[in-house]
């Protein structure tokens, strides 16, 4: 996965409960981002990083967090999890290079019950 | 938030048959598009990308693109069941400085030996 490491791969939590997912990249690049996929709603954007110390929201930012606090590492905080989070996440960043292209982590599959 | 709409399928061709996938995205300014293939359970992974009018051929693939007519697909020669996936079109917006990428939903492709 192109350098991009996700953990966990899955997990289960109860209605309430927080979680942070943590991504991490090794190949220095600046922009990150955090998705999630549902099923027959395709990949939706939930914050992303332009550089370390920044964030900005997506489509679908309400009900989480996120923290880039270094250049390589990207984590999506959930404070109080809902069943409507349940889905797989996927943290992707940009390559340089000119062709700007995507490259996504395994991601992480969670269920809230 | 600008669209991309890809016809969700199922796509069904026999084996050797030309697979063709569509996508058409509502901002006329965008200049990056690419296309994802992902297999059941995994994440994304960039097939190819194209910036100009035209065909672009990668082996059996080719993308092909018409800024005019806001449209782009991506045509599948001799396909084989390993290509069996879904395929998601995604076109690059900048918005304040920082780039992200839009996602179709994608479209789901069985090819039957």
């Known amino acids: 996965n192109a350098g991009v490491t996700q953990t966990p791969k899955f997990q289960v939590l109860k209605t309430g409960q927080s979680m942070t997912l943590q991504c991490a990249q090794d190949?220095?690049?600046?922009?990150m981002y955090w998705y999630r996929q549902d099923p027959g709603m395709g990949l939706r954007l939930i914050y992303y990083s332009a550089s370390e110390g920044t964030t900005d929201k997506g489509e679908v930012p309400n009900g989480y967090n996120v923290s880039r606090l270094n250049k390589r590492e990207f984590s999506l905080r959930l404070e109080s999890a809902a069943p409507s989070q349940t889905s797989v996440y996927f943290c992707a960043m940009t390559s340089g290079g000119g062709t700007d292209t995507q490259y996504f982590g395994p991601g992480t599959r969670l269920t809230v019950l | 938030q600008k669209e991309v709409e890809q016809n969700s399928g199922p796509l069904s061709v026999p084996e050797g048959a030309i697979a063709s996938l569509n996508c058409t995205y509502s901002?006329?300014?965008?200049?990056?598009f690419f296309w994802y293939r992902q297999y059941s359970g995994k994440s994304p992974e960039l097939i190819m990308f194209i910036y100009s009018n035209g065909d672009k051929e990668d082996g059996r693939f080719t993308a092909q693109l018409n800024k005019a007519s806001q449209y782009v697909s991506l045509l599948i020669r001799d396909s084989q069941p390993s290509d069996s996936a879904t395929y998601l079109c995604a076109v690059k917006e900048w918005k304040g400085g920082s780039e992200k990428l839009v996602f179709g939903k994608g479209t789901k492709l069985t090819v039957n030996p």
């Open positions: 190949m220095n690049h600046n922009s």
């Open positions: 901002d006329r300014g965008s200049q990056s």
